[in-house]
């Protein structure tokens, strides 16, 4: 594919404008799966971001520029049904199809960038699906270490569907599978940036909906992950939480992170934060707690 530049909505350096190549793939279903990625001159380390539910990858240049600039190889890329990938808007049935997508995003990207070292910095269902994948994949690329950012291991109590109204959904699907809802997180605040705020409501890449379909698959991979925690592959794993998460139960997540046999594992949560954690306004401390762990976390086989 020719360097068709994304749109810059979300800001990149000049740097990173300069190295992005896009391509896409094509899954084992012919679904077209659209990723970019950036490479160093030298050998690197590779980071993959990997996006939440209605999100995109053009949502990450801001966080991929400041590792671009610290030397890292840095791709992203849109997940079926999200973006510039091919599917019904962010519909899916099971998480199955995500893990296969994610494994062969990953083969791709590797090959690209030539690293021997990847790192995954996955947020929100980007969490989730990364969670299932490492846990499920019978022939899963192990990363050297894994970043979770408000991963998606349980819904929020205020948000979620009480019992009745989930059995209700469950049954709406086998009659109406590609049933849509509003989402309720359009009227969340995300983050405290409201320059932030505006671009979320202005990108019209963004899904504005909630497949019924999704949420019910995103419960089993939650159930999924749950039942294999405590077989974790050796990798270590940097927990971020958002302190003032309304999306993602931080309750779920504290509980996977004590669950796990991960080695280094390290959990922080800036304080006030809400679930776009990554897009806050005190974000660089972020990202340099990330760098940091990075740096000082040794690579597990």
């Known amino acids: 594919m020719e360097n068709q530049m994304p749109s810059f909505i979300y800001p990149a350096t000049a740097e ?3 190295a992005l190549r896009e391509s896409t793939l094509q899954t084992d279903d012919d679904t077209e799966i659209y990723y970019q990625y950036a490479k160093q001159p030298n050998n690197a380390e590779l980071i993959i971001f990997i996006h939440g539910y209605s999100e995109h990858s053009d949502c990450y240049l801001s966080i991929m520029s400041w590792f671009f600039q610290r030397g890292y190889h840095v791709a992203s890329f849109d997940v079926r049904g999200h973006g510039l990938s091919s599917g019904e808007r962010g519909f899916i049935t099971h998480f199955k199809t995500y893990s296969s997508d994610l494994h062969q995003v990953i083969t791709a990207i590797q090959q690209q960038c030539q690293s021997r070292t990847i790192n995954l910095l996955a947020h929100s269902n980007g969490g989730l699906l990364t969670c299932y994948y490492l846990l499920t994949h019978e022939k899963a690329h192990h990363p050297q270490r894994l970043i979770l950012s408000a991963p998606y291991l349980g819904t929020h109590p205020k948000i979620l569907p009480i019992k009745p109204l989930q059995w209700f959904l469950t049954q709406a699907t086998k009659l109406y599978p590609k049933l849509l809802l509003p989402k309720k997180a359009k009227h969340v605040n995300l983050t ?25 698959a995103a419960k089993e991979a939650q159930d999924t992950v749950f039942k294999c925690a405590k077989h974790w592959p050796n990798i270590p794993v940097l927990m971020i939480t958002a302190e003032n998460d309304v999306l993602a139960d931080n309750q779920k997540i504290q509980q996977f992170f004590d669950t796990i046999p991960s080695p280094g594992k390290l959990t922080i949560a800036p304080p006030g934060a809400y679930h776009e954690v990554l897009n806050e306004l005190d974000r660089e401390t972020t990202y340099q707690h990330i760098l940091d762990w990075l740096i000082t976390t040794p690579c597990h086989d």
């Open 192 to 216: 405290h940036d409201e320059s932030i705020m505006k671009k979320i409501a202005a990108d019209k890449k963004r899904l504005n909906a909630t497949s019924i379909l999704w949420f019910l």
């Open 16 to 18: 990173l404008k300069r």
